[in-house]
């Protein structure tokens, strides 16, 4: 499947359960497997997720959004009935700017959306723009509501967590995408 491609309603719907399930399994996996690199609960140098979120944009556009937000809500649902606009505001950051961030790509660097025959620097440029726009959004939201500028400290751990986790998982992707599709003539 194709990002741009017209998903019929139950591809969308399928596709968005699919992601949800992903980023929950993942967000879990990376809680267990690096912990010990834990900035804090929502902050660290690696962070397998946000490869589900590049990727997700990447091959089902708005059904991928929909995914991430649900799967986004699982991974943190204490938090839901605890602050649930907070919750509610979390789910939105780690969903809607992979998108924003993948059409940006795109538009600048005139990127097709989809992993088929991407070349390393394509990979290196959706991964970059996808951890920056994830950590800036939620750099500025932890700073205007802990109303503190500490929440700048956490930038560029997860800059640097988000841009690890979606590269190793684009590569990846592209690599089993070449490996089973081949090349247009």
Request: zero cysteines.
């Amino acid at each position: 499947m194709q990002y741009g491609g017209r998903l019929t309603f139950q591809q969308s719907i399928l596709g968005a359960a699919g992601v949800a399930v992903a980023y929950l399994t993942f967000y879990k996996f990376n809680d267990w497997l690096f912990n010990q690199v834990k900035v804090s609960d929502f902050v660290s140098w690696v962070f397998l997720p946000a490869a589900i979120r590049m990727l997700s944009v990447l091959l089902l556009g708005w059904a991928g959004v929909l995914g991430l937000f649900l799967g986004s809500l699982a991974a943190i649902s204490p938090l839901v009935s605890e602050a649930p606009a907070h919750a509610l505001t979390l789910a939105t950051l780690s969903s809607v700017p992979s998108l924003l961030a993948a059409r940006l790509v795109h538009r600048l660097g005139g990127i097709p959306l989809d992993l088929a025959g991407r070349q390393a620097r394509h990979l290196l440029m959706f991964g970059l723009a996808g951890g920056l726009a994830n950590s800036a959004v939620h750099t500025v939201y932890f700073v205007l509501s802990e109303q503190s500028p500490a929440a700048f400290n956490n930038f560029v751990p997860m800059f640097i967590g988000d841009s690890i986790g979606t590269l190793i998982f684009l590569y990846a992707g592209a690599l089993v995408l070449r490996r089973i599709a081949p090349p247009p003539l």
